[in-house]
């Protein structure tokens, strides 16, 4: 299910572009535009989920395809020091309401001496 109003739907359809890290038939990763730290990616399902809750109720195979892809990326782009976080609901601070989990880290590997 895609939601034409959905900012991730639209990136998940490629109607909007965005700086692809990876993807898999579920799921898909890229740069978030307003990083907070050195790496800053996100990670959402290509079906429109309103957050992780809904995600994990609805769908284990994509939250597991979420939760693959997501944790790849960050052993590849991070030293192996890494979060993998999601926000439910305004109050959490959930901007977006597409599931999607940030992958963060303050070193990335390409950064090591």
Request: negative net charge.
């Amino acid at each position: 299910m895609i939601n034409p109003d959905c900012i991730f739907c639209r990136i998940a359809s490629k109607d909007i572009q965005a700086n692809l890290v990876a993807e898999t038939e579920l799921s898909l990763a890229f740069w978030d535009i307003s990083p907070r730290q050195p790496i800053h990616i996100l990670v959402i399902p290509k079906n429109h989920h309103a957050n992780i809750a809904e995600l994990t109720m609805n769908s284990p195979e994509q939250l597991v395809d979420l939760m693959q892809l997501g944790t790849q990326i960050a052993l590849e782009k991070s030293t192996g020091s890494f979060r993998l976080s999601f926000n439910t609901g305004e109050e959490a601070g959930q901007t977006v309401f597409h599931a999607h989990g940030h992958i963060t880290s303050r070193t990335p590997k390409d950064q090591i001496a």
